[in-house]
């Protein structure tokens, strides 16, 4: 519900519900955020912890996905069923007491349960926020209302390791999770007293069968983009099952949309050509948004072994490169959206061609403010490409809409990951495979040329040494070709923005 004042005014006319309702979704957002990059963090202790095998603590980060991908469609359902505070509330609420529980856990069961209802909370979160902000606020101000919105779900992820690392080394693993609950009991008092007059109901009919189906294909694709490469991909039984039960699936939820008379997903969402295209945008968006956030971690500790700390503050700058959009992407969406969103993906696919030129000696500069451009660009494409994609769907679609953008947002995140650690482990086996052939003492070229004494290749010590070292360089070259998959993707989505209307009608 729009406020009279604020539809007449500006950034000052805000009243303060509207902005107790910022604040409220940037603390949910932080605490969904955070917790992206946050198990991943601290897996190694967790593994240490439960003598979990490499294969079994992976089901930690699977499962939690997995509960993600299924409970997100449904949010449109839930928030009719049960209203939009109530639904925030109990959301937040189940997030924060399954954090604690992961804290609590004291056998690996236990921690992939409480991940599991983690994941299944949390879902709900980023759509139903951005679901609230295109709700309450005007249309001139909605896009500095989700550049605020966007400032929580930027911080999360970088100031998940920072913070993680720092309660990690303090105390261990435990304190990781612990740390959520504070501000998960902040957002839940700002959403009790924010929400008070979002309490309407509506007894909307679910699709079940849509919904089984949409569930059991999204469960299926997480599942083989998140294990293929660990199973060997098509040469599994398991994930040629995952392929054929998933695509199966696939098929009964697509037909069972356009034939039913009330389908799980309307097919009129995708019959706006804004919402459709930024659907495309979003998937790249999520593609683009975390793949650097899990790969360049290992890089900085397996290769160059910067502490956990420094890493996290290096990749921090993503989320002051958001912040320096604050200053004029408002502005820019209402004046060149198209030019706007065209110009973000654009920075991105920069950004990740500069990734792509480091070396094994890369600098902290470089890192620090390639990492800047990447949050630039997110922000300059999400703002205007939100309010494109949601201008022309009528207000009762909203909150759906938001869920099935998300979903988009998090498949491609899963999808493309899966797909840069694929180039990552095949191109260091190929580059060192290739390399070490030149490593023999029949070699002539290294008797004539030398070689440092540590690396001397007549010794078995030498041999070791020099071992590791081709290792190193051959990871870098997969890191960098995992970089030019980035900037390829950034750079030819770039025609996307010219499908969307300038001008879109107003709702």
């Known amino acids: 519900m729009n406020e009279p004042g604020a539809s007449r005014g500006g950034l000052l006319s805000l009243t303060g519900r509207q902005w107790l309702i910022l604040l409220m979704v940037q603390l949910s957002n932080l605490l969904f955020g955070m917790t992206i990059t946050l198990a991943n963090l601290v897996l190694p202790q967790v593994r240490g912890t439960f003598s979990a095998t490499q294969d079994e603590i992976a089901w930690v980060v699977t499962l939690n996905l997995v509960a993600t991908a299924v409970a997100t469609p449904i949010t449109g359902w839930m928030a009719s069923r049960v209203g939009w505070r109530n639904m925030m509330f109990f959301t937040v609420l189940g997030f924060t007491v399954s954090s604690f529980l992961c804290g609590i856990a004291t056998s690996l069961e236990t921690l992939v349960v409480a991940r599991i209802a983690q994941g299944a909370f949390g879902a709900p979160i980023m759509p139903m926020g951005q679901a609230i902000l295109l709700a309450t606020f005007p249309p001139h101000l909605q896009p500095m209302a989700l550049v605020m919105w966007g400032i929580g779900a930027v911080f999360g992820p970088v100031l998940g390791p920072i913070l993680g690392a720092m309660a990690t080394e303090a105390w261990n693993w435990r304190a990781a999770f612990f740390m959520i609950v504070p501000p998960g009991i902040a957002a839940l008092v700002t959403i009790w007293i924010a929400l008070a007059d979002y309490t309407e109901r509506k007894p909307v009919r679910l699709d079940w069968l849509g919904f089984i189906a949409l569930s059991v294909a999204l469960i299926c694709a997480q599942l083989i983009c998140d294990r293929g490469q660990r199973l060997d991909w098509f040469d599994s039984g398991q994930i040629t099952t995952f392929a054929f039960v998933g695509l199966l699936a696939l098929w009964i939820f697509v037909v069972h949309c356009l034939t039913a008379k009330e389908p799980f997903l ?116 999400f703002t205007p490409m939100t309010v494109m994609a949601f201008a022309t769907l009528p207000r009762h679609q909203i909150t759906e809409g ?42 002539i070229a290294l008797g004539i040329y030398g070689l440092p004494a540590p690396w001397d290749h007549e010794t078995n010590t030498g041999l070791a040494r020099l071992s590791r070292e081709v290792y190193r360089q051959s990871a870098m070259i997969g890191y960098v070709n995992a970089f030019y998959l980035m900037a390829i993707t950034g750079f030819i989505s770039v025609p996307l923005a010219c499908f969307m209307r300038a001008k879109a009608p107003a709702r």
């Open 266 to 381: 309307s097919p009129n969402l995708l019959r706006d050509r804004n919402y459709s295209v930024g659907l495309l945008i979003a998937f790249v968006m999520g593609m683009l948004s975390f793949t650097s956030l899990v790969l360049f971690p290992s890089l900085l500790h397996d290769l160059r072994g910067f502490p956990d700390t420094v890493i996290g503050t290096l990749i921090a700058a993503r989320g002051l490169g958001n912040w320096a959009a604050f200053f004029f992407i408002a502005w820019l969406t209402r004046v060149a959206p198209r030019f706007a969103i065209a110009a973000g993906l654009a920075i991105q696919g920069g950004a990740s061609w500069w990734m792509a030129q480091f070396d094994i000696n890369v600098t902290q500069s470089a890192i620090f403010w390639s990492h800047f451009l990447v949050g630039l660009g997110q922000s300059v494409t």
């Open 402 to 443: 938001s869920a099935v953008f998300t979903l988009m947002r998090n498949f491609g995140s899963s999808l493309f990951i899966s797909m840069a650690v694929l180039v990552l482990v095949r191109s260091t086996s190929v580059s060192y495979s290739e390399m070490m052939e030149f490593i023999s003492p029949y070699r």
